[in-house]
Each structure stands twice: as structure tokens, then as C-alpha cells.
């Protein structure tokens, strides 16, 4: 028997199905019988052990790779995941490289909330008040009604510190641990963290330049999904955004579903140069449209909207109630004092026309030294390379540049290396600009 086979930790392993070979590894993990770094048996020897098929303990390891507890290193087999901090949206610690795959929206573009802040003053709110404020309440109604399927006399509204908060509270209210969720692939980060936090089983759904692909869904709700989270615009990482056709084809797939919970979040809304194309069709009972201002209004405004079924809305008011747990009064002041002034209005109309001016712009750069991508919508732009995006980021990292390379966004840890990159570049100067574009082509010709 192999070393791998004989420690005391992996003789403990123990379950005939692949859900309970992955919950026996977890509970030896959480005990302290496995250590960070320590081998996991071979799949063959483990399922020779246990008496199973060989793929259900494959399935076991793909179930523990996908929730982060280990990490498969191929012929070096499967190993305790050791701590590392998540990745995260935002600046890294870049010294003297210029950051280019912060995923931020432009200082100057963000509305002054100065004068918000003045006006938002008012009487005291008391415990036991409504959650939501009247002014803000009468304007999410008109920003929301039109895109939900429901007459807007009966649409309800929950209120959320932003749209992380607020797709953390839908799956928690409607999920257990280890239920399957349909996660684009690739996928936003946040989303990413809260299904591994939570204990969440994520199924891939791959993403094109129309949004999450009709076979992929397919695929995940045959396999038992009770919740899709997806991006109808602006997809982080890839800046897809749904088309009719697309949207109408998923709608008809998820017509046999109707209980399974469909979030969309729409987090880059007025920002977006595409219409809105939801998924959620009139008989579907279980949904929730999310907006954020997060994106428009500047990251310290952490509000979000969730406008959801009559069911869901009960059970999520149960975890918004006065004090700690509901969206300052303040904060939905000052939200709403920026979303009704027409000076802020058309500084976010700007905005939105600038990123993807920006984008399109550097798409231009690139395709004249040979790399062709899609502009797509949002505040990066999803560049793909030939070669292992990591080799490509390491060249760059040579010449001045941090980037981002798609591997960290990558639902399945087995999928093998991304040959993607993320490049924030809409705060770039024509001279940077137009050398980033002459980098990246360098660079990838060099790796490859």
C-alpha cells in the first residue's frame, strides 16, 4: 500500500456515494486529522478501499476541488488546500507596477455626494419603522417595475447592503449546504466566495458572447440545481450581455423548472450600453432581480435593490428587520437624493459612454497587433491569449504591468490554466494605452 493509503487520517475516510466520501474528507479537514498540505489516496486506491466505482471517488474530489477544500495537482495528486486569502475585486499590492485589472470605476465619473449629504438629514428613524425609506421605496418601484414579471401594484422590494449581501441572503433562505447551485464559468469572484461559504455545490455554466449558454443550463438543471445566479449584463469577467434570442431560450428551458430560484444580477444597469433581457418568465414562481448602485454611485454607497416572488420576499424580510440587519435610512437618503438629481443622472450616462468607449478603443489596439476581442460591456475588458494567461501575466509583470488573468475567476480547478486575461483600462492615457496594447501582444509572443 502506498504512503498516500496508509496514514491514520486517510484510513478514515468513509461513504459509498460521492457526497458522503467528500462530507467524511470535510469532517476529518475541520478535526484536524488532515493538515493543510496533506495528501489525499489516490482515486483508485481510495476507491479500491472503499468498494466503489472508481468515478464516484473522482466525483467525491471534484466535489471537495469545487468547494475549495483541496486542490488537484494532477500527476501530483490531491492535496489539503492551504489557507490563502480569497481573490478579491479592487486594487492589489502592485508597488511600483502599474494596476490594470483593478475591475473599478473611474474616480471622476462617481457623483458628488456632497450635496446628497446635506439633504439627507431628517427626523430620527426608530426600531420597529418600515425598512424601506418612502421617497427611495417610490423610486426603486419605477426603476424595477418595468423588467419584473409582475403587475407593479403587487412587486416587492427588499432592501440590501449591495448586491453580495443581497445574493447571500436569497441563497440562504432558500438553500441548504451542499445544494447545487448554476454559476456562469466564469464567474464573478463574490459569487464565487459566498457558494463556497456557504457550503454550496457549484455547477458550471459555461458563458458566451450571449450569456450563459442554453446547453449549459440544460446541463445544470439536470443535474439537480435548486438556484441559478446570473448576469444579464456586463458579465464579470467576460462583459457579455444576454441577448433577446438568448434570453428567450432560456426562459423556455426554465419553463419546467418554475421552482427553482433564478437571481439576476443586473449590477451594472445604468451603466449598460445593452437593453435588459431577463429569463424569468411570467409563471416562474421563485426569481429575484437585483440592482446595485455600486458601480454609478461609488462603492461606499452599498445599497441594493431585490425585487422577488411574494414567498421569497417573506422569508427574506425575516432576516431584514429594525436595527442591525436592515439598509441605513440614511444611506437610502442619500442614494435617492443622487438618483433624482439630473446633473448626477448625466454624469452616469457619461460614464457608462466612456467605459465603453474606452473599451472598444483598446479593442481597436489590440486587433491592429493581431489579438482580436470582443468589446463586450462593462469596466474590463476579457482578452484572450494563446497561451496560458499566468505566462503572459508573468511577461507583463517584466515590463511595468500588473494584470489579472482569468484563472482565479474559473469555476472548476481542473478545467486547466485560463488563456484569458482582465484588463481595466478605461483610466489608461493614449500613450499607456497604445504601449499596454504593444505589451500584451509581446509578451504573448514571447510565452508562446
Known amino acids: 500500500m502506498s504512503e498516500q493509503t496508509s496514514t491514520p487520517a486517510a484510513a478514515r475516510i468513509a461513504g459509498s456515494t460521492a457526497a458522503e466520501i467528500a462530507d467524511s474528507v470535510r469532517e476529518l479537514i475541520d478535526r484536524g486529522h488532515f493538515s493543510p498540505g496533506d495528501p489525499l489516496p489516490p482515486v483508485r486506491a481510495l476507491a479500491e478501499r472503499l468498494g466503489v466505482n472508481r468515478n464516484t471517488a473522482v466525483a467525491a474530489y471534484r466535489r471537495l476541488a469545487r468547494s475549495g477544500a483541496v486542490v488537484s495537482q494532477g500527476r501530483a495528486g490531491t492535496r489539503v488546500s492551504r489557507p490563502a486569502p480569497p481573490a478579491q475585486e479592487g486594487y492589489a499590492a502592485a508597488g511600483a507596477l502599474r494596476d490594470v485589472g483593478t475591475g473599478n470605476p473611474c474616480p471622476a465619473l462617481i457623483p458628488d455626494l456632497a450635496p446628497a449629504l446635506q439633504s439627507a438629514a431628517g427626523r430620527p428613524v426608530l426600531y420597529g419603522e418600515a425598512v424601506i425609506d418612502p421617497g427611495f421605496e417610490a423610486w426603486a418601484r419605477s426603476w424595477m417595475a418595468p423588467d419584473v414579471p409582475v403587475e407593479a401594484d403587487a412587486l416587492r422590494l427588499t432592501l440590501t447592503s449591495g448586491a453580495v449581501d443581497a445574493v447571500e441572503r436569497l441563497l440562504s433562505q432558500a438553500l441548504m449546504r451542499d445544494d447545487a447551485i448554476a454559476l456562469e464559468d466564469p464567474c464573478f469572484l463574490a459569487s464565487i466566495q459566498t457558494v463556497r461559504l456557504g457550503g454550496y455545490r457549484a455547477v458550471p455554466v ?45 426562459r423556455e428551458v426554465l419553463a419546467e423548472h418554475p421552482y427553482v430560484l433564478v437571481i439576476e444580477d443586473d449590477y451594472y444597469s445604468m451603466l449598460s450600453r445593452h437593453p435588459f433581457h431577463t429569463i424569468i418568465g411570467p409563471e416562474h414562481r421563485r426569481w429575484a432581480l437585483v440592482r446595485s448602485v455600486s458601480k454609478f454611485a461609488g462603492p461606499d454607497l452599498c445599497l441594493a435593490v431585490a425585487a422577488t416572488d411574494p414567498r421569497t420576499a417573506e422569508r427574506l424580510a425575516l432576516r431584514l428587520g429594525s436595527g442591525t440587519t436592515w439598509v441605513s435610512h440614511l444611506l437610502q437618503r442619500i442614494g435617492h437624493a443622487v438618483l433624482r438629481d439630473p446633473a448626477a443622472l448625466a454624469l452616469i450616462e ?54 489579472r488573468t482569468g484563472d482565479e475567476f474559473q469555476l472548476d480547478p481542473e478545467s486547466g490554466p485560463s488563456h484569458h486575461l482582465r484588463l481595466t483600462v478605461h483610466d489608461l492615457p493614449e500613450a499607456d494605452a497604445e504601449q499596454l496594447a504593444a505589451d500584451v501582444a509581446a509578451a504573448a509572443a514571447e510565452a508562446g
Open 206 to 250: 459555461p458563458v458566451d458572447a450571449e450569456g450563459m449558454t442554453v446547453e449549459g443550463l440544460r446541463a445544470a438543471l439536470d443535474q439537480g440545481v435548486r438556484a441559478v445566479v446570473c448576469t444579464p449584463r456586463a458579465q464579470n469577467p467576460t462583459g457579455a450581455s444576454r441577448s433577446a434570442a438568448r434570453a428567450a431560450a432560456l
Open 350 to 403: 457619461r460614464a457608462g459612454a466612456h467605459y465603453a468607449a474606452r473599451n472598444a478603443d483598446f479593442a481597436g489596439r489590440l486587433a491592429r497587433h493581431g489579438i482580436v476581442v470582443p468589446p463586450g460591456d462593462g469596466l474590463s475588458l476579457w482578452v484572450p491569449v494563446p497561451v496560458p494567461a499566468r505566462q503572459v501575466a508573468d511577461r507583463l509583470m517584466r515590463r511595468g504591468w500588473l494584470a
